[in-house]
């Protein structure tokens, strides 16, 4: 995740990652980052995470990217 600016609506990353076949999640909190513009967060896409609404600020804007290794064939 890239912040295009800085704001107040944090990146929460949980414990917990995706599994097909879990039921019931309860996630727990690993870390949050604040927005800072020219800043960014590497994480691995399949664990849980989302995005806070900004209070204080107007706007959030984020790009974001998945990056996977392909195979050598």
């Known amino acids: 995740v890239y912040?295009?600016?800085?704001?107040?609506g944090d990146t929460v990353l949980f414990?917990?990652?995706?599994?097909p076949d879990m039921k019931d999640v309860?996630?727990?909190e690993h870390s949050?980052?604040?927005?800072?513009?020219n800043?960014?967060?590497?994480f691995e896409s399949n664990r849980f995470h989302a995005s806070m609404n900004p209070t204080k600020s107007?706007?959030?804007f984020v790009?974001?990217?998945?990056?996977?290794?392909?195979?050598n064939e």
């Open 3 to 8: 912040y295009l600016n800085d704001c107040d």
């Open 15 to 19: 414990n917990e990652f995706f599994d």
């Open 32 to 37: 949050r980052v604040s927005p800072k513009k």
């Open 26 to 28: 309860q996630l727990t």
């Open 58 to 60: 107007r706007d959030r």
């Open 63 to 71: 790009m974001n990217w998945v990056f996977w290794k392909g195979n």
């Open 39 to 42: 800043s960014a967060v590497i």
